[in-house]
């Protein structure tokens, strides 16, 4: 299994970002995909997971209302569109996959098998 995340860079505050995670080398109809992050000096943090057969959706508090997380299940490719964003959101962003999760499960990294590389997301005046 392959994640290929994708999408990162500098925007201002207020701005918006697309992050993209290419998924590749399996079928992930039992897995739910999620989006992490990491800043500096910080714990790995919970960002959005979907399930990807079927789709439903969870958010941290933090980025409710802001982050939508979707996919394209035919691309194998998952998304994490990013808007109103603020500076404390500036983290590397990483993709992951975990199988057979439940909602109370999806927010702990240590329940993810597969990760993709980070791609950094800056957000700066």
């Known amino acids: 299994v392959q994640l290929q995340a994708s999408g990162g860079g500098l925007v201002q505050p207020g701005g918006s970002l697309r992050l993209s995670c290419a998924a590749s080398?399996?079928?992930?109809?039992?897995?739910?995909m999620g989006w992490f992050r990491q800043a500096p000096g910080k714990e790995r943090e919970f960002v959005a997971a979907?399930?990807?057969?079927?789709?439903?959706?969870t958010y941290a508090n933090a980025v409710k209302g802001r982050f939508t997380i979707s996919k394209d299940t035919a691309e194998k490719t998952l998304y994490l569109q990013m808007n109103g964003l603020k500076l404390e959101d500036t983290a590397a962003y990483y993709c992951?996959?975990?199988?057979?999760?439940?909602?109370?499960?999806?927010?702990?990294?240590?329940?993810?098998?597969?990760w993709g590389q980070g791609t950094q997301v800056t957000v700066s005046s």
């Open positions: 979907i399930k990807w057969s079927g789709g439903s959706s």
């Open positions: 992951a996959a975990g199988r057979g999760l439940i909602t109370s499960m999806v927010s702990n990294p240590d329940n993810y098998d597969y």
């Open positions: 080398g399996h079928t992930f109809n039992s897995y739910v």
